[in-house]
């Protein structure tokens, strides 16, 4: 069982920066590959970052890159999604997300078994 918590959704101004926070339990880093979804209300669950178990390899949605990063801390069992250059439609509820490694990584979120809480980020124009 993989237990993921959330954290550092805020509103913020355009072109702001957040950096949010995915606590994950123990041994879930490097036994997972680990992703980043959102979703706003009346719409379905959008991907928008990924890194597989090993951490050779990073993907993000066209719509994010250049302006997020997808970062582990493996000691800390911390995973990070550092938001720069916020856009109005960023806003949504974020979700870290776990999926099994003997599969390979996906941006579909059905193929993610754990998931966080969410945390909402709100960007004010």
């Known amino acids: 069982q993989v237990h993921l918590v959330e954290s550092g959704g805020a509103l913020v101004q355009a072109g702001g920066s957040l950096r949010l926070s995915c606590a994950a339990s123990?041994?879930?880093?490097?036994?997972?590959?680990m992703g980043w979804f959102r979703q706003v209300p009346g719409k379905e669950r959008e991907f928008v970052a990924a890194?597989?178990?090993?951490?050779?390899?990073?993907y993000y949605a066209d719509s994010v890159k250049g302006r997020f990063t997808f970062s582990r801390d493996i000691a800390k069992n911390i995973m990070y999604l550092q938001m720069n250059s916020l856009k109005p439609e960023d806003t949504a509820v974020y979700y870290c997300?776990?999926?099994?490694?003997?599969?390979?990584?996906?941006?579909?979120?059905?193929?993610?078994?754990?998931w966080g809480q969410g945390t909402q980020v709100t960007v004010s124009s």
């Open positions: 997300t776990a999926a099994d490694r003997s599969e390979g990584l996906t941006t579909t979120p059905s193929d993610y078994i754990y």
């Open positions: 123990a041994r879930t880093f490097g036994y997972y590959h």
């Open positions: 890194v597989t178990w090993s951490g050779e390899a990073t």
